[in-house]
Antibody, heavy 118, light 108 residues
Framework: QVQLQESGPGLVKPSETLSLTCTVSGGSISSYYWNWIRQPPGKGLEWIGYVSYSGSTNYSPSLKSRVTISVDTSENQFSLKLSSVTAADTAVYYC????????????WGQGILVTVSS | EIVLTQSPATLSLSPGERATLSCRASQSVSTYLAWYQQKPGQAPRLLIYDASNRATGIPARFSGGGSGTDFTLTISSLEPEDFAVYYCQQRINWPPWTFGQGTKVEIK
């Protein structure tokens, strides 16, 4: 079964760019849509955006100006870049899959805590 | 943006009891609503999609209902592993997909 694993720095300085990668194993990245979702400590879930296997993207309007999501099909990975971060971007970042047939988030990666602090 | 409001914020129940969780949408989402379960330190897990369909491997004690703006998640008889936070999510009107703020089901 497909598994997702987030990786990247756990600490980012204010005003810098947060960069994370999600590696997909046990299945192909093709024919699906790949999402990033975040959860500030003790709070609810916020959808950030997705990239399709072909590279098309869709972002949350509230983050659109700062977000870039890209896909590397040769490596079975997709990535998130969030620029100009502040403490408000401190959160657990999850990657998750959806498809046209099952347009819900399933499965999810285990999540990675990213703290924005100097 | 569609706002999902979940109630109650916390539900205190004993194992074996029935749990009824509510999710209300600020405008109709038809049946384009899902429920997720999140345990401490874990990622959310898809439980119910399209308002009433159980995801693969989800026990029959979980059921979902509703349409339009009012939805419920029912756990017929709480097992110890069911104490967790539950989120609803809509997909009719995006971007963005939005989640409710969550309902915590805790042991009484």
């Amino acid at each position: 079964q497909v598994q997702l694993q987030e990786s990247g720095p756990g600490l980012v300085k204010p005003s810098e760019t947060l960069s994370l990668t999600c590696t997909v194993s046990g299945g192909s990245i093709s024919s699906y849509y790949w999402n990033w979702i975040r959860q500030p400590p003790g709070k609810g879930l916020e959808w950030i955006g997705y990239v399709s296997y072909s590279g098309s993207t869709n972002y949350s309007p509230s983050l659109k100006s700062r977000v870039t999501i890209s896909v590397d099909t040769s490596e079975n990975q997709f990535s998130l870049k969030l620029s100009s971060v502040t403490a408000a971007d401190t959160a657990v970042y999850y990657c998750a899959r959806h498809s046209s047939r099952v347009p819900w988030f399933d499965p999810w990666g285990q999540g990675i805590l990213v703290t924005v602090s100097s | 943006e569609i706002v999902l409001t979940q109630s109650p914020a916390t539900l205190s129940l004993s194992p074996g009891e029935r749990a009824t969780l509510s999710c209300r949408a600020s405008q109709s989402v038809s049946t384009y609503l899902a429920w997720y379960q999140q345990k401490p330190g874990q990622a959310p897990r898809l439980l119910i999609y399209d308002a009433s369909n159980r995801a693969t491997g989800i026990p029959a004690r979980f059921s979902g209902g509703g349409s339009g703006t009012d939805f419920t998640l029912t756990i017929s008889s709480l097992e110890p592993e069911d104490f967790a936070v539950y989120y609803c999510q809509q997909r009719i009107n995006w971007p963005p997909w939005t989640f409710g703020q969550g309902t915590k089901v805790e042991i009484k």
